[in-house]
């Protein structure tokens, strides 16, 4: 293999990688557009939990196209963390007072520890995100 073959693979992946990104950031603008649906139209408060989560997706997608290695792609990271944070915890609340999230006939309690375990693991990770940024300064 050559140095043309090698950078061509190169090429091909990182214009894959990038056409994931952006379909990433479109897949996520339309469940948000969705959410707001839910949210604004139907007066479904569950919008806002759809809304805020796929906002993340966004924030993941551009993180993507700045580069995964970056620190602007740092800082989109803790956003996303942050955000995802954010959607776990409007799901425990929504969940705890009684709003249903999920199939007919399922219990309440399975959403919410999945909620829980989310807060934990994304309020947890935004915590190590920050202090990797404070580091690097």
Known sequence: MNDDELQAIFNRAYRKQRRDAKLLILVSALFIVVGLIMLIGAGQIIGL???VFFAAGIVAGIMQLVGMHTRPALLLGICAALLLT??????????????IVDAPGHSQIVATIAAVVGLVFFGGGSVVL???WVRRR
């Open 86 to 99: 954010a959607a776990c915890t409007i799901l425990i609340v929504l969940t705890l007072t009684g709003v």
């Open 130 to 132: 920050l202090v990797r």
């Open 49 to 51: 939990f759809v809304s």
